[in-house]
Antibody
């Protein structure tokens, strides 16, 4: 069965960076794009960007363009999202989610990773 | 960016009620509209894709309609497990954007 398993919660200080991982299993890793979506406490969902695990091409939301980096390791079927220059407003749950090739949806989601930014 | 506006932001309903949630896009998105359900502490779950297609395993009491800029999610007979927050999302153009959510609460 398809599973996306994310790394554990993180606490970071303002100005630091965080790297969240998302390990995929149960399907062919390189056939599905992976997206990152975040949710601040009590707030809605915000799309951050996407990576094509096959070639590594990426597309980021403009507001994160200069602070986010999405990478993948095909040998371990893992994607990573690194966010730098953290500020308190980046406190959120970060989700990875899979996009099938045939339709533009997010059909499987990771369990979420809480990143807390606090001095 | 394409703005997605849902209404209402919240509603109270009883088990068995018919519930309607609307979503409006700031420009035409054809049928590139998806609906997700989210329960507290959980990841969102896909309900409806391409405006009106029911995701596998989702009960048929959920339905979606619309195209262009105006979309609707209907729950025909609300069940206890349906109390949650619902989000619309456009996948017409990046950045993909979500509505602000509609919280469905127990009356």
């Amino acid at each position: 069965q398809v599973q996306l398993v994310q790394s554990g919660a993180e606490v970071k200080k303002p100005g630091a960076s965080v790297k969240v991982s998302c390990k995929a299993s149960g399907y062919t890793f390189t056939r599905y794009y992976m997206h990152w979506v975040r949710q601040a406490p009590g707030q809605g969902l915000e799309w951050m960007g996407t990576i094509n695990p096959k070639g590594g091409s990426i597309s980021y939301a403009q507001r994160f363009q200069d602070r986010v980096s999405m990478t993948r390791d095909t040998s371990t079927s893992t994607v990573y999202m690194e966010l730098s220059s953290l500020r308190s407003e980046d406190t959120a749950v970060y989700y990875c989610a899979r996009e099938p090739t045939t339709v533009t949806i997010l059909d499987y989601w990771g369990q979420g990773t809480l990143v807390t930014v606090s001095s | 960016d394409i703005q997605m506006t849902q209404s209402p932001s919240s509603l109270s309903a009883s088990v068995g009620d018919r519930v309607t949630i609307t979503c409006r896009a700031s420009q035409s998105i054809s049928s590139y509209l998806n609906w997700y359900q989210q329960k507290p502490g959980k990841a969102p779950k896909l309900l409806i894709y391409a405006a009106s297609s029911l995701q596998s395993g989702v009960p048929p009491r959920f339905s979606g309609s619309g195209s262009g800029t105006d979309f609707t999610l209907i729950i025909s007979s609300l069940q206890p497990e349906d109390f949650a927050t619902y989000y619309c999302q456009q996948s017409y153009r990046t950045p993909w954007t979500f509505g602000q959510g509609t919280k469905v609460e127990i009356k």
